[in-house]
């Protein structure tokens, strides 16, 4: 019997804990309790996630303490984020070990940001031809979509598409990095160019393409207004687009047989 081309399910660890967290601490329970159920909670809804995506592969991706790179080229980097409950920093050690009792292992590194590691894993088993589905609400990942790549929002109960991308942002995947680098992230504090809006970057990117393309107008005797705003923060644009762009080359340190799914009934315990 031919064996299933691999299925990777990559869970954005924090973005589903987080989640079914803040439903708990709405339920007045102590602290303690929230945690008992959040871990409930994440057993149960990982468990729907492997049954309903029957994956040959799976794995829960954390953020660790980490001190990025983009904290170090940019500073404001993500400042104004609402910090996690101290309760469940404390219960994370507890919420990693309900992965791996529904069989799922976990990534966690001190160096690496869980974004960039899980545009790594997506990347590169969709470079082999085979499928990733990618389960977070951060749009984000929307960048990474591609006929081998699929973001799945959990909580909304929809697919983070191709279709969903123009719906709400009038480009294409492809185009995704070059929108927010004119826009910038509010949630991630990044800034892009003062003045230009979604609405204003969408009609820019489907008149010229790139931000390269833009860059390159923008140096024209006649260029319109907003690609004027673009030639004065030509460094900020450029700066958030390196920002926004999530990494897909980082050495993982492990390949996809040691997160098979079901794992072996050899694996230890």
């Not at 499928?131 to 983070?160: E, M, V, Y």
């Amino acid at each position: 019997m031919q064996n299933p081309r691999p299925q990777l399910l990559i869970i954005d660890a924090l973005n589903l804990i987080r989640r079914l967290h803040a439903v708990q601490v709405q339920q007045a329970l102590t602290p303690a309790q929230a945690l008992i159920a959040t871990r409930a909670n994440l057993i149960n809804t990982c468990r729907k996630l492997l049954a309903n995506s029957e994956p040959t592969h799976a794995i829960a991706v954390f953020d660790g303490e980490v001190h990025s790179w983009r904290k170090e080229v940019y500073p404001a980097y993500k400042e104004g984020r609402t910090p996690m409950p101290e309760e469940l920093r404390e219960g994370l050690a507890q919420l990693q070990d309900a992965f791996w009792e529904c069989g799922v292992d976990a990534l966690l590194s001190q160096t690496d940001e869980a974004d960039d590691l899980i545009a790594t894993l997506a990347t590169g088993v969709a470079q082999h031809g085979h499928q990733a589905t990618i389960i977070s609400t951060d749009k984000g990942f929307c960048q990474l979509i591609c006929p081998q790549i699929q973001i799945r929002d959990h909580f909304n109960k929809r697919w983070l598409d191709a279709a969903f991308v123009q719906q709400q942002y009038g480009v294409t995947p492809a185009q995704l990095v070059d929108f927010w680098a004119l826009t910038g992230i509010g949630g991630s504090n990044i800034k892009g160019v003062p003045g230009i809006g979604p609405k204003t970057a969408t009609t820019l990117l489907l008149q010229h393409g790139t931000l390269a393309a833009l860059l390159s107008a923008c140096e024209q005797d006649d260029a319109a207004k907003p690609l004027l705003k673009l030639r004065q923060h030509r460094d900020d644009a450029l700066l958030a687009q390196r920002l926004v762009r999530l990494q897909r080359d980082i050495p993982l340190g492990f390949n996809l047989r040691e997160i098979r799914y079901p794992p072996p009934a050899d694996r230890a315990e």
